[in-house]
């Protein structure tokens, strides 16, 4: 069965700190993976996804097919990103609109000035 | 456009009760999914309209039901209530390109 694992609870970086937020997987068939973000007081919102392969906020991850890994990146942490993150994959394509994710525990980022 | 939006905010409910919760998508979009989100965790997929009709469905017992609308809303509703029923519940609607998310529903359990 498909598993998305965050090992960390809670990741606490002083300002201008590098980032970097673990995520590994399993799954047999071909991963389609996202971060979503939670910022205080407002809905889960997505920050990026794997095949876009662009930057958000400061923000980059890469999938490591080899390690099953898609770890979130951002070189100077900002106070601003302070929030809950979640890592998610997409199971098999079964529609267009089709999107059943399976999300980790998620990582608490604490920013500290 | 709101987004999706859900309905009610805060909800409290007896075991063994039952409960509807509801889900407007957001503009132009025709799949409605639900996640349960217990504190501490991540969202778990419940199950997954189109068409009117469930798609997907995850882990979760019988007593968990749904229904969509020709207008693309969604209804989740939950039988026989469980102290372990209580959680956020989260409404997701999508189009190919795209899924956001509602604010949730809280359904406490006593």
């Known amino acids: 069965a498909q598993r998305v694992t965050q090992p960390e609870k809670l990741l606490s970086v002083f300002k201008g700190a590098p980032v970097e937020l673990k995520c590994n997987y399993s799954?047999?068939?071909?991963?389609?993976l996202f971060w979503y973000v939670q910022y205080s007081r407002q809905r889960l919102q997505l920050l990026l996804r794997h095949i876009s392969r662009e930057s958000i906020k400061g923000f980059t991850a890469d999938l490591n097919k080899g390690e099953t890994s898609f770890h979130l990146k951002k070189p100077f942490a900002q106070e601003e990103d302070s929030a809950m993150y979640y890592c998610a994959l997409r199971l098999g394509y079964s529609g267009a609109g089709s999107y059943q994710l399976t999300f980790g525990k998620g990582t608490k980022l604490s920013v500290i000035p | 456009d709101a987004g999706v939006t859900q309905s009610p905010t805060h909800l409290i409910k007896t075991r063994g009760q039952q409960v509807t919760l509801r889900c407007s998508p957001k503009s132009g979009h025709d799949t409605v999914s639900w996640y349960q989100q217990a504190l501490g965790q991540g969202p778990q997929f419940i199950f997954q309209?189109?068409?009117?009709?469930?798609?997907q469905r995850g882990n979760f017992p019988d007593r968990f039901s749904g229904h969509q609308y020709p207008n693309y809303s969604s209804e989740l509703n939950v039988n026989a209530l469980l102290l372990g029923d209580s959680a956020l519940y989260l409404c997701a609607s999508s189009s190919q390109y795209e899924q956001y998310f509602g604010p949730g529903t809280r359904l406490t359990v006593t």
């Open positions: 309209y189109y068409e009117e009709e469930e798609r």
């Open positions: 799954y047999s068939g071909s991963p389609e």
